[in-house]
């Protein structure tokens, strides 16, 4: 089973807009209630027997089950009897609002921190038609149950053996987009684990180290783009709230976290192809969400994109069949690639990798990613060679040869 995701602009027209705009308030409304039932839920239980604060004390029954998805799935159908705005929507619809909420409660779960938020309005930008019994794409068109047909941009034929499974609409800044959510029975073989192999290790200075010694940098272009963003962030402070202008700096904002979010995707995409060419395995280290997210170094992280990163190297890795696997990230940069020895933490700004024991000396980052990459061949049942006696970066290192490595793609 193959899945692909393809993105397409449509063209709505008025009623049609107005109708998912519509539904999108509804599926708003039907998520913050959800979401406000399981909160009181939680609440009502979290004080202690002999201690009830105010707050928290039994306003619903202790013998009332928490409201999962099945329960707030049956109130849901319920409701639409007796509330007309909810039965408008299409039922499968409105329902995936309430598996959404129920995703990120376990996804909150997993992570151990993020609550979900009450959506405020026009907050909810997109609609899941999750099931299709016949084709809804036709060469220009795309049939949604309730809304009509559609107009769409097909600039990429759908790839033969492929059916559409789900259409997500979404409203972006710069307009509609259906992505159809496309499977195929065909079955690729997983690629095999030969041939040359690397490692990489994923960096706050450098986007990306390769055991073979290159450096991916960081792309420029992020910090530009983050400063024209903050700049307009500022200007959008000095507007009056609600008028035209507050809503134009708003409208330029989002088309810019668009720009920066298809930029960064666009960069992630070549990266991948440039690591899949003439290599047969790729190793990285398995991304920790619970560590990386937190703290003072998660706006770095998040810009990095690492975890959306990973998804696209291993697809992309499928692809042009290279075999990708995570490894166990626990102390890659604290073992000498060559000897073995835990070298002990290394604080953020100490750059090389010197070892005591063996002398073997290289970037901090080369070195992690050649753990990586012996840890990843140890796992498939591949002999380690270990990484050779003299090393061009022997002491003395300066930090501007390293930089010298760096290996930029093209863009
Ligand atoms: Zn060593």
């Not at 928490?66 to 408008?88: F, G, M, W």
């Not at 107009?151 to 259409?167: A, E, M, S, T, Y």
């Not at 990266?271 to 997210?293: D, P, R, W, Y």
């Amino acid at each position: 089973m193959l899945n692909l995701t393809y993105s397409y602009r449509i063209y709505p027209d008025a009623i049609q807009e107005a109708q998912m705009l519509e539904w999108m308030e509804q599926c708003r409304r039907v998520y913050n209630y959800a979401l406000a039932e399981r909160k009181d839920w939680m609440n009502s239980r979290r004080c202690q027997l002999n201690a009830c604060s105010l707050r928290s004390e039994y306003i619903i029954p202790a013998d009332t089950p928490y409201p999962n998805y099945y329960a707030q799935k049956r109130n849901l159908t319920a409701a639409r009897k007796v509330i007309p705005e909810l039965d408008s929507v299409h039922s499968q619809v409105l329902q995936e609002a309430l598996a959404r909420l129920d995703k990120s409660f376990r996804f909150m779960q997993q992570r151990e921190f993020g609550f979900p938020r009450f959506k405020s309005v026009g907050q909810f930008r997109s609609l899941l038609f999750p099931q299709f019994k016949t084709n809804p794409v036709t060469g220009w068109q795309v049939k949604l149950p309730k809304i009509g047909a559609v107009g769409l941009n097909l600039h990429r034929p759908i790839p033969d053996g492929f059916v559409v499974k789900q259409v997500r609409v979404v409203k972006k800044a710069s307009g509609w987009y259906a992505m159809l959510v496309l499977e195929s029975d065909i079955s690729i073989p997983d690629p095999m684990p030969i041939g040359n192999s690397i490692g990489i290790d994923l960096g706050l200075e450098k986007f990306l180290a390769v055991s073979t010694g290159k450096l991916v940098a960081r792309p420029k272009f992020f910090v530009q783009l983050q400063s024209k963003l903050k700049w307009l962030q500022r200007q959008l402070k000095d507007k009056v709230k609600g008028s035209n202008n507050y809503r134009k700096a708003q409208s330029k904002i989002r088309r810019l976290h668009e720009r920066i979010h298809n930029t960064r995707r666009e960069f992630h995409f070549q990266v991948a192809h440039q690591l899949c060419s003439n290599v047969g395995m790729i190793f990285a280290e398995e991304l920790n969400l619970k560590a990386t997210s937190r703290g003072m170094l998660a706006k770095h992280c998040l810009d990095a994109g690492w975890g959306g990163f990973l998804d696209i190297l291993g697809w992309v890795c499928k692809k042009r069949d290279v075999y990708f696997a995570r490894v166990n990230p626990n102390g890659t940069s604290q073992t000498c690639p060559k000897c073995g020895t835990h070298t002990g933490k290394k604080e953020l700004s100490q750059r090389v990798h010197h070892c005591v024991e063996c002398g073997y000396t290289t970037d901090r980052d080369v070195a992690a990613a050649i753990v990586v990459e012996q840890r990843g061949l140890t796992a498939v049942g591949h002999t380690v060679v270990l990484p050779v006696e003299v090393n061009r970066l022997a002491v003395p290192v300066k930090q501007e040869s390293l930089r010298g490595n760096s290996w930029k793609p093209t863009l």
